[in-house]
């Protein structure tokens, strides 16, 4: 991992760390490619890692069913063996094509260098919704998480969760037998969730297992030193009620935007980066784009077509970077790991 400049100029500069960023990593190292990977999240893995790593995936390839987080932790050891360099916690807000290589400059004014880039990003540049409370950034990563990576955090611990839909009521579900109890928040008496889920919460709530806090919202936080001691709700009679809490998780969905890829002078598709289907490529000659971000006809928005097209792009990246020594393409089993 690095965290500042680095005067190595590396094949290909990978924005995104979610499954298709990572095994584009891994696709890099296949043909002989070394690269950066970026992201604006403090861990790898995208939405896999933030909105549910411990909820299953069940359409991966010989995986009739893994965890999102295992999954995100099979992706990485598949690209180690190449050392892709991370660069995490910073959003690409600049790239310069400067002698036919890429600069990129980051959120942090750190700078790397590249000679192709492989846009990643997902929804494109995602965080939090957070809800609007006085010194709420005070509390947040020790009382306040806008992400549940381990239940075993929450276990013996009072927890409010606020929100009305999948995540709230799925983590709702979820750590009610480890916590000390959990208090659901939301401003509608009605979830908008999977209605077998909806079901189990309602009849948790009837045996006391899980507190329904409706019609209410967020108003205030109690506490101090980064420790949460108590949840300020406010019902739409402006009546006020205080909850004591360990842990407040906001569930509000995340904010995406393609954020400065916009300005980059790419071809756009309403918000997503189109794409040639069979090399990636965006209207932008050296800068590719795979997964979600990207657009064609037809396109299906899946975690596999995200792995295609990363191969599509390394693979046309190889030959534009060494068109004297043409890729042979082989299968992985006959011609195993690049050494």
């Not at 924005?15 to 790898?44: H, K, Q, T």
């Not at 995490?88 to 807000?93: A, F, G, R």
Request: proline fraction near 5%; hydrophobic fraction near 40%; glycine fraction near 8%.
């Amino acid at each position: 991992m690095v965290d500042k400049d680095s005067n190595e100029i590396r094949d290909v500069a990978i924005i995104g760390a979610g499954p298709a960023g990572l095994f584009a990593a891994f696709e890099c190292g296949m043909v002989g490619l070394n690269c950066y990977v970026i992201d604006s999240l403090e861990e790898i893995g995208g939405q896999c890692t933030a909105l549910y790593p411990e909820k299953p995936i069940y359409d991966i390839p010989a995986y009739p069913e893994i965890m999102a987080g295992d999954f995100i932790e099979q992706l990485e050891k598949q690209a180690a063996p190449f050392k892709p360099l991370y660069l995490l916690n910073q959003q690409i807000v600049a790239i310069e094509n400067i002698d036919d290589q890429w600069q990129l400059t980051t959120s942090k004014h750190n700078t790397v260098r590249a000679r192709k880039i492989i846009i990643a990003g997902g929804a494109g540049a995602f965080g939090p919704n957070k809800p609007p409370l006085d010194n709420i950034e005070a509390y947040e990563g020790s009382s306040i998480f806008y992400m549940v990576r381990k239940k075993q955090d929450f276990a013996g611990k009072s927890v409010v969760i606020a929100g009305g839909g999948d995540s709230a009521v799925d983590w709702a579900l979820s750590l009610c037998d480890i916590a000390k109890d959990v208090h659901l928040v939301h401003r509608r008496d009605k979830f908008r969730a999977a209605p077998d889920n909806v079901s189990k919460l309602n009849s948790l709530a009837a045996e006391g297992k899980i507190k329904l806090m409706t019609p209410y919202q967020l108003h205030g936080l109690q506490g101090e030193n980064g420790t949460l001691d108590a949840v300020e709700l406010i019902d739409k009679d402006k009546n006020i009620v205080e909850i004591k809490a360990d842990v407040l998780l906001p569930f509000y969905g995340l904010a995406a935007s393609l954020g400065p890829i916009a300005d980059w002078g790419l071809s756009l598709d309403k918000s997503h980066i189109a794409i040639n289907p069979t090399t990636a490529e965006t209207s932008e000659y050296g800068v590719y784009a795979i997964g979600d971000i990207a657009a064609y006809k037809n396109k299906l928005k899946l975690i596999l077509t995200g792995f295609s097209e990363a191969a599509f792009a390394t693979h046309h990246i190889y030959n534009e970077i060494h068109p004297e020594t043409p890729l042979h393409f082989e299968y992985s089993t006959t011609k195993g790991k690049p050494q």
